[in-house]
């Protein structure tokens, strides 16, 4: 069972567009736009240039090529993500990993490999990342005195 959601994420940017909830069972290819969050169980094949939300209560045995994908629950599965991938605690992922931005929280188990692929796209960029600084960060160093 896949219903409409009228929740935010909690960065504020994408609606939840469908969920599968806690005590739902799936099997097979799912395809979609925007973001989607999975609190049941799910077996198969995910593929979306939106945003992919592992629930705690998720169970998901899958291949996964998203643009952004955020885990909560177990995840069992080869994942491609394009911008950024992150995993927080209880979060467990036993599988590959690749994208260009990876955040592992305390927590977390993770078994597997990661590939870091070199283009970080411009969303998904933070100071240290990119070797940029944001314009207030650079009007900060500006001020500061340099050691003689």
Same mark, same amino acid.
């Given at each position: 069972?896949?219903?409409?959601?009228?929740?935010?994420?909690?960065?504020?940017?994408?609606?939840?567009?469908?969920?599968?909830?806690?005590?739902?069972?799936?099997?097979?290819?799912?395809?979609?736009?925007?973001?989607?969050? @999975?609190? +049941?169980?799910?077996? $198969?094949?995910? &593929?979306?240039?939106?945003? *992919?939300? %592992?629930?705690?209560?998720? #169970?998901?045995?899958?291949?996964?090529?998203?643009?952004?994908?955020? @885990?909560? +629950?177990?995840?069992? $599965?080869?994942? &491609?993500?394009?911008?950024? *991938?992150? %995993?927080?605690?209880?979060? #467990?992922?036993?599988?590959?990993?690749?994208?260009?931005?990876?955040? @592992?929280?305390?927590?977390?188990?993770?078994?597997?490999?990661?590939?870091?692929?070199?283009?970080?796209?411009?969303?998904?960029?933070?100071?240290?990342?990119?070797?940029?600084?944001?314009?207030?960060?650079?009007?900060?160093?500006?001020?500061?005195?340099?050691?003689?």
């Amino acid at each position: 069972m896949i219903g409409k959601k009228d929740e935010k994420m909690g960065n504020g940017k994408d609606e939840i567009s469908a969920f599968l909830g806690k005590g739902t069972e799936f099997e097979g290819k799912l395809t979609f736009e925007g973001t989607v969050q @999975i609190d +049941g169980k799910f077996s $198969g094949e995910i &593929s979306t240039q939106g945003t *992919l939300i %592992i629930g705690e209560s998720a #169970k998901v045995q899958a291949e996964i090529n998203a643009k952004s994908i955020i @885990i909560n +629950g177990e995840v069992k $599965g080869n994942l &491609s993500a394009s911008s950024r *991938l992150e %995993i927080h605690a209880p979060g #467990k992922l036993l599988g590959n990993i690749k994208t260009p931005v990876l955040v @592992i929280d305390e927590g977390v188990i993770f078994e597997g490999n990661c590939q870091m692929t070199s283009q970080v796209p411009e969303e998904a960029r933070t100071p240290f990342i990119s070797g940029e600084f944001l314009e207030e960060e650079k009007e900060e160093l500006d001020e500061e005195p340099s050691p003689a």
